[in-house]
């Protein structure tokens, strides 16, 4: 056993230490950004009427426009974030989230050093990663189950890659579970399909056959059964999807987050030439990077897969041991006190939101930006909202424009509105201002609500 030389500090000269404490940096950076992001709290929401009533409801059944046809696939998840809200409120999808990422950055790190990377340039790769993919990393929504399997279904076909063996059937129970967890799933039969084409020609075609076609029957394991496929057909081709709105937005130089990504991403990617790509690694990477282009919430899946060859090419001079000790005590110390102060307040206040149910009476209350979960998880009704893949396209359409302030979005504020609650200067209050038959009756510091007056016409002043 190795001895310590004299006057060394505990926590140098490990690489194991020294790869923990890149992980532990970035679970830092996201917990100090933590806060509840939109596509979370309605699953809660959703959980808590199948716990309540001990069966899966047709449709979303707090919402007021028809949604029966829609094919309920991630009732694992709903049940899941219902039990964490019940718990520990917020706070508890927050610490799922730190959680989430620290076990993803687990594997991303053995994945690297599996594939022959040192401790040093796994640890640099880790970080350029970790700030490149900070939204998908410190913002809690129900992508936080894809955070943590999209590494290991990468890290098992890598091994697979280096060492053919049976645990390649592994993606197949895999697969079920992400399936009803998150809608990435189908990203990760994509990338399994990609190695499988690949392996087709070197090895074992029964194998692999059999696996591809245990795959995709993998992604009906789900409550929805034969219908999960419908399930993926209405999140691929939801209206916000289709015109690339809101976390369905492209990759933009104009966006400060997105230039983060890509200068991480071509940080990652200079080092690709001086690493052993398999063909199959090659083309994951540019169906990744295509799919980033489109929608730049698909980033951190390229960053993500980028590391390990990253790591195994970069190898830097520097080991940077001495800033071991300081990096281990700045993190656990922002670890915790994110912890204890819990997310970052977003959306509306528990006060507002609670009024503005109680001012409905039972009517469906218009809101976006998230707080339409909110209202939601509080018992109340919703007209449309997330998951917006569940709604009519015709509906879908109203609201996407009444979020994006356009006088075509008074389609939304139907009769049934009796309250609309919007976020202080987003164009949907902008939009409700210029309406007649609305008026401002109550606010807190983010959110206001406007309650339906006389007529239910709506004009412009």
Same mark, same amino acid.
């Given at each position: 056993?190795?001895?310590?030389?004299?006057?060394?500090?505990?926590?140098?000269?490990?690489?194991?230490?020294?790869?923990?404490?890149?992980?532990?940096?970035?679970?830092?950076?996201?917990?100090?950004? *933590?806060?509840?992001?939109?596509?979370?709290?309605?699953?809660?929401?959703?959980?808590?009427?199948?716990?309540?009533?001990?069966?899966?409801?047709?449709?979303?059944?707090?919402?007021?426009?028809?949604?029966?046809?829609?094919?309920?696939?991630?009732?694992?998840?709903?049940?899941?974030?219902? *039990?964490?809200?019940?718990?520990?409120?917020?706070?508890?999808?927050?610490?799922?989230?730190?959680?989430?990422?620290?076990?993803?950055?687990?594997?991303?790190?053995?994945?690297?050093?599996?594939?022959?990377?040192?401790?040093?340039?796994?640890?640099?790769?880790?970080?350029?990663?970790?700030?490149?993919?900070?939204?998908?990393?410190?913002?809690?929504?129900?992508?936080?189950?894809?955070?943590?399997?999209?590494?290991?279904?990468?890290?098992?076909?890598?091994?697979?890659?280096?060492?053919?063996?049976?645990?390649?059937?592994?993606?197949?129970?895999?697969?079920?579970?992400?399936?009803?967890?998150?809608?990435?799933?189908?990203?990760?039969?994509?990338v399994v399909w990609v190695y499988l084409t690949a392996d087709f020609k070197r090895r074992a075609r029964w194998t692999s056959l059999g696996v591809g076609v245990a795959s995709l029957a993998a992604l009906c394991a789900t409550p929805a059964l034969a219908r999960t496929p419908d399930y993926y057909q209405g999140v691929l081709?939801?209206?916000?999807?289709?015109?690339?709105?809101?976390?369905? *937005?492209?990759?933009?130089?104009?966006?400060?987050?997105?230039?983060?990504?890509?200068?991480?991403?071509?940080?990652?990617?200079?080092?690709?030439?001086?690493?052993?790509?398999?063909?199959?690694?090659?083309?994951?990477?540019?169906?990744?990077? /295509?799919?980033?282009?489109?929608?730049?919430?698909?980033?951190?899946?390229?960053?993500?897969?980028?590391?390990?060859?990253?790591?195994?090419?970069?190898?830097?001079?520097?080991?940077?041991?001495?800033?071991?000790?300081?990096?281990?005590?700045?993190?656990?110390?922002?670890?915790?006190?994110?912890?204890?102060?819990?997310?970052?307040?977003?959306?509306?206040?528990?006060?507002?939101?609670?009024?503005?149910?109680?001012?409905?009476?039972?009517?469906?209350?218009?809101?976006?930006?998230?707080?339409?979960?909110?209202?939601?998880?509080?018992?109340?009704?919703?007209?449309?909202?997330?998951?917006?893949?569940? =709604?009519?396209?015709?509906?879908?359409?109203?609201?996407?424009?009444?979020?994006?302030?356009?006088?075509?979005?008074?389609?939304?504020?139907?009769?049934?509105?009796?309250?609309?609650?919007? /976020?202080?200067?987003?164009?949907?209050?902008?939009?409700?201002?210029?309406?007649?038959? =609305?008026?401002?009756?109550?606010?807190?510091?983010?959110?206001?609500?406007?309650?339906?007056?006389?007529?239910?016409?709506?004009?412009?002043?």
């Amino acid at each position: 056993m190795p001895l310590r030389a004299e006057g060394e500090h505990p926590l140098r000269g490990s690489p194991t230490i020294l790869i923990a404490t890149a992980v532990l940096l970035v679970v830092a950076l996201a917990a100090l950004l *933590g806060r509840i992001g939109a596509d979370s709290q309605w699953l809660a929401a959703l959980g808590h009427a199948i716990a309540t009533h001990h069966a899966i409801p047709p449709g979303v059944p707090f919402a007021a426009a028809p949604t029966s046809h829609w094919p309920n696939a991630l009732v694992l998840a709903e049940l899941l974030f219902n *039990g964490l809200e019940r718990a520990m409120g917020d706070r508890g999808l927050m610490l799922a989230q730190l959680l989430a990422v620290a076990g993803a950055f687990a594997v991303l790190a053995a994945d690297a050093r599996a594939g022959g990377s040192g401790p040093v340039g796994t640890s640099a790769t880790l970080l350029i990663a970790g700030i490149g993919s900070l939204p998908s990393l410190a913002i809690a929504r129900v992508q936080l189950f894809s955070v943590v399997l999209f590494p290991v279904l990468v890290a098992l076909l890598r091994a697979q890659s280096r060492r053919p063996s049976s645990r390649i059937w592994l993606v197949v129970p895999l697969l079920a579970l992400w399936s009803n967890l998150h809608a990435a799933a189908l990203l990760g039969v994509l990338v399994v399909w990609v190695y499988l084409t690949a392996d087709f020609k070197r090895r074992a075609r029964w194998t692999s056959l059999g696996v591809g076609v245990a795959s995709l029957a993998a992604l009906c394991a789900t409550p929805a059964l034969a219908r999960t496929p419908d399930y993926y057909q209405g999140v691929l081709t939801n209206l916000a999807a289709e015109r690339g709105e809101g976390m369905w *937005g492209p990759l933009s130089l104009s966006v400060p987050l997105d230039l983060v990504l890509i200068g991480a991403a071509v940080l990652l990617c200079v080092r690709l030439r001086r690493s052993r790509l398999e063909p199959w690694e090659w083309t994951v990477a540019v169906v990744l990077a /295509a799919l980033t282009i489109k929608a730049s919430r698909d980033g951190v899946w390229l960053l993500f897969f980028l590391v390990a060859p990253a790591a195994r090419a970069l190898k830097p001079r520097r080991t940077w041991e001495r800033l071991v000790p300081a990096g281990v005590g700045l993190s656990l110390a922002a670890i915790g006190l994110a912890a204890a102060r819990g997310p970052i307040t977003v959306g509306a206040s528990r006060g507002l939101v609670a009024s503005a149910v109680a001012l409905a009476h039972g009517s469906p209350v218009l809101a976006g930006g998230a707080i339409d979960e909110q209202v939601a998880l509080a018992g109340g009704r919703i007209w449309v909202g997330d998951p917006l893949d569940a =709604f009519p396209r015709s509906d879908q359409a109203a609201y996407l424009d009444w979020l994006n302030g356009d006088a075509s979005g008074r389609r939304a504020l139907t009769p049934q509105v009796r309250v609309v609650l919007v /976020a202080r200067g987003s164009a949907s209050q902008a939009l409700m201002t210029r309406t007649e038959g =609305f008026v401002e009756i109550a606010a807190d510091r983010s959110a206001t609500i406007y309650e339906r007056q006389g007529s239910p016409v709506a004009g412009l002043r």
